[in-house]
C-alpha cells in the first residue's frame, strides 16, 4: 500500500508560483501519481497525473524526480481562487482502496 | 455534457434510522465510486462499481452499509442503521474506464452531507 505524505498547509501570496511536494517513499513500479483539488462544499477536481520527470497543463505542472519517491506539484503565479485543499493520490489502473487514499492533502491559502 | 448528480444534498436523521443515497454518474462511465469524508479528513473509498460489478468494498462497513449499483448506471448507498460516527459527506465519483495511462480521472458529484443526531 502506498502512502502519501504531504504538509498540512502552505500559504502565499497572489502572484506567486506555490509548490507542495508530496513524499511517497513505496511507489510501485505501475504507480502514477495524481492530484486533486478540492474547494468547501465540492467534490475533489482533478488537476494533473504523471508518472515520471514533468507533466505540464493549462493549470499546473508536476516534477517527479527519477526514483520517484516524491513528486511537486507547482501551481504558477496563485490566486485567491486557488485557497483549495490538495490531494496527491498515488496508485495504478486497477483502482480500488490501495490507490485511491486521499489522506488529509495540503490546505493551501492564497493572501492578497 | 452533465456532471456527476446525487440527492439529496442534505439529510439530518436520528441515530438508528436509516438513510439513502442517491448517484447519478456521468452518461457513458462505466466505474462509480463512493466516498465518505469526514470533516477535516480526506474523501475514503467505500465501494467501487465497474458496471454493475464490485471491484473493491474492502472498506465498506458491510454491518450497516450496502450499495447497489442495477443496469450498471445509477447507484443508491444505502445506511441501516445509522451511527453518529456516520455524519460526513457522502461523495460519489465516476470515470471511463482505461481512457488512457495511469489511472482513471475521476469526476466527482457534489456530496451529500449527512448528519446524524
Known amino acids: 500500500l502506498a502512502k502519501t505524505t504531504q504538509p498540512i498547509s502552505m500559504d502565499s501570496y497572489e502572484g506567486q508560483e506555490v509548490n507542495i511536494t508530496c513524499s511517497h517513499n513505496?511507489?510501485?513500479?505501475?504507480?502514477?501519481i495524481t492530484w486533486y483539488q478540492q474547494f468547501p462544499s465540492q467534490g475533489p477536481r482533478f488537476i494533473i497525473q504523471?508518472?515520471?520527470t514533468k507533466v505540464t497543463n493549462e493549470v499546473a505542472s508536476l516534477f517527479i524526480p527519477a526514483d520517484r519517491k516524491s513528486s511537486t506539484l507547482s501551481l504558477p503565479r496563485v490566486s485567491l481562487s486557488d485557497t483549495a485543499v490538495y490531494y496527491c493520490?498515488?496508485?495504478?489502473?486497477?483502482?480500488?482502496?490501495?490507490?485511491?487514499?486521499f489522506g488529509k492533502g495540503t490546505h493551501l491559502i492564497i493572501q492578497p | 455534457e452533465a456532471g456527476v448528480a446525487q440527492s439529496p444534498r442534505y439529510k439530518i436523521i436520528e441515530k438508528r434510522q436509516s438513510v439513502a443515497f442517491w448517484c447519478n454518474p456521468i452518461?457513458?462511465?462505466?466505474?462509480l465510486y463512493w466516498y465518505q469524508q469526514i470533516l477535516g479528513q480526506g474523501p475514503k473509498l467505500l465501494i467501487q462499481?465497474?458496471?454493475?460489478?464490485?471491484?473493491?468494498d474492502s472498506q465498506l462497513p458491510k454491518d450497516r452499509f450496502s450499495a447497489e449499483r442495477l443496469k450498471g448506471v445509477d447507484s443508491t448507498l444505502k445506511i441501516q442503521p445509522a451511527k453518529l460516527e456516520d455524519s460526513a459527506v457522502y461523495l460519489c465519483?465516476?470515470?471511463?474506464?482505461?481512457?488512457?495511462?495511469?489511472?482513471?480521472?475521476?469526476?466527482f458529484g457534489p456530496g451529500t452531507r449527512l448528519t446524524v443526531l
Open positions: 465519483a465516476s470515470s471511463v474506464e482505461g481512457a488512457g495511462e495511469g489511472t482513471d480521472t475521476q469526476y
Open positions: 513505496n511507489i510501485a513500479t505501475n504507480d502514477y
Open positions: 504523471g508518472y515520471k
Open positions: 493520490l498515488v496508485g495504478d489502473s486497477g483502482g480500488g482502496a490501495d490507490g485511491l487514499t
Open positions: 452518461s457513458g462511465h462505466a466505474t
Open positions: 462499481f465497474q458496471n454493475n460489478g464490485v471491484v473493491d
